[in-house]
């Protein structure tokens, strides 16, 4: 769909009132790819990012947190075309790189934080994956190394090798990367002392002092599509719990670490009739959404798109087109 997306005119392709709000979400910006990252999603240069920033700014206006919410509770209801862009996990380069750029702009923004990161208490699953994936493709594991980390995967997971272990590894896998990275002679918790990959509690409260929104993302960036109904209960009541202690933002935000996919209704539900959160996100795109308060985000990082223009196209064709054949709807059990 990219080639036809990239001929259509953009101002043609948006909806007559819906979808003309739209929330593209980042991870990290950062000119040299940082090992735990890069082997995760493509992570955009400074250039790269301004460049995507100044093309929503062309064609969108960008939002207040307060249009944010009046969308989120009325619908857009204007013939404004506007954006709110948000980021993940808590990374420094939040407060480094991505913060910088958007007060300069004068853009709104929301950062979704994980209380077991802040202050650099331990490291995402995925960033210490991609930390030894890093290790294997830079040629400084020995072939002994190889062997012996095979040899302790297969005493496990008889039916995974390791490059396919590494790719696909979940929360529960913590404690196998862990065994994996001492083969390696990779140190996690000097890695976090030395390298600092997340934002301090004192960043996060600058960069709510500046005007950004801060919200939750869960304890510990855990699979919600692996975890019981009352773990993920859990997991969305303890980080908001944390943010309103530490941080007191002005609303109450979550979005899903990963995905919204798989966690079933009653979960929202339960969220909603304790007044867990004002609003929610997910991952899905351009896509519609049945449930209360709860917007679908754009991932700007994903798949081989390496600019704005060409994948916020792309996502309006196929919003289109999922249309015409009924699959445009996000549908739970």
Known sequence: MSPLAGILP??????????????????AVSDIPPAHLMHLYR????????????????NFRAATTEQLIEHA?????????????TFDDGLSECFHQIAPI?????????FFINPEFVDNKILFHRHKASLIINQLSSGKASSLAKSEAERILQQQSATKTL??????????????????????????????AREKPYMTL????????????????GLDHREFYHASASEIIHQISSSIDFLMKEINPPIKSFAFP????????????????????????GTAGIKDDIRAHHLQRIPMEAGDFTDARQLIRTEYLAWFLKKIIGKNKVRRQ
């Open 163 to 192: 490059d396919s272990f590494l790719q696909q590894s979940s929360f529960s896998d913590h404690s196998m990367l862990d065994q994996l990275a001492a083969v390696f002679e990779i140190d996690f918790p000097e890695f976090l």
């Open 202 to 217: 004192a960043q996060i409260k600058q960069m709510q002092s500046d005007g950004f929104l801060i919200g939750a993302h």
């Open 258 to 281: 990963f995905t919204d996919f798989g966690v079933p209704d009653s979960v929202f539900e339960q969220v909603l009739q304790a007044g867990l959160w004002d609003l929610s996100f």
């Open 73 to 85: 509770y009325t619908g857009n209801k204007s013939q404004e075309k506007y954006f709110f862009p």
């Open 10 to 27: 953009l101002e043609k392709m948006v909806p007559g009132r819906k979808h003309r709000f739209l929330f593209p979400f980042w991870h």
């Open 43 to 58: 992570v955009p240069s400074v250039s790269d990012f301004v460049r995507d920033i100044d093309f929503f700014l062309k």
């Open 102 to 110: 958007l007060k300069k702009r004068g853009i709104s923004a929301a």
